[in-house]
């Protein structure tokens, strides 16, 4: 069955760091997504990209993120320059299409530490 | 916008009891709801959907929620728990997003235990 794969499971970073969290969405999939989990707290939608550019961002989406799909293939997340508040549970999906009547898929995260 | 109200953070039962778990949603529009599942340090599984078809809606593992618009609401249920539906769930509506696309909007996650 095709999966969402993501790359660390887990990173710990020093605070000022940059990161590059990586995903591989389902081949043919056209939609992808970043949502993070901060601790006892929400899913929050981060961001949406569609053919190469951003569709949609959040107010917690700010210059210090960035989304890339650098190969046709993977997906990345990065972070800047790291900040405490920044440790959370980081989700990507994938969707065929933009249209939620059909199947966002998941990935397992990957839980971002800033010590 | 879109929000999700998940009653209760943590749900505790015992095997073979019902399980219900509370979500309501505020829509300006008619809305998509799903609800998720969380297993321990795996990533969210759907579970169901509604996508304003039949309100009654059938999901993987036994589970089914029903939408009820005078109500809100979309509580997932199932008749008998069983000790493998231990986990997180998480209700969710869609909500539109620029460029064509959709995006989910959360509820904050009720834990499930289920005891022997």
């Known amino acids: 069955e095709p999966e969402v794969t993501q790359t660390p499971s887990h990173q710990v970073t020093q605070m000022g760091q940059e990161v590059i969290l990586r995903c591989v969405p389902i081949?043919?999939?056209?939609?992808f997504y970043w949502y993070r989990q901060i601790l006892g707290q929400k899913v929050e939608f981060l961001v949406s990209f569609y053919n190469n550019e951003i569709s949609e961002k959040s107010e917690i989406f700010d210059d210090q993120f960035s989304v890339e799909r650098p190969d046709g293939s993977n997906f990345t997340l990065k972070i800047r320059s790291t900040k405490l508040e920044d440790s959370a549970m980081y989700f990507c999906a994938s969707s065929e299409i933009g249209r939620l009547n059909t199947e966002a898929f998941f990935g397992q995260g990957t839980r971002l530490t800033v010590v | 916008a879109q929000s999700v109200t998940q009653l209760g953070s943590h749900v505790s039962v015992s095997e073979g009891a019902l399980v219900l778990l509370r979500c309501n949603y505020s829509s300006s529009v008619p809305p998509y709801l799903f609800w998720y599942v969380q297993y321990p340090n795996q990533g969210l599984q759907l579970l169901l959907k509604y996508t304003s078809a039949a309100t009654l809606v059938k999901g993987i593992n036994g589970f089914e929620a029903e939408f009820k618009k005078s109500e809100t609401s979309f509580h997932l249920t199932k008749p008998s728990a069983h000790m493998s539906d231990a986990a997180e769930y998480f209700c969710a509506v869609s909500d539109s997003a620029r460029g064509g696309s959709e995006k989910l909007v959360f509820g904050k996650g009720t834990k499930l235990t289920v005891n022997p």
């Open positions: 081949s043919n999939h056209l939609y």
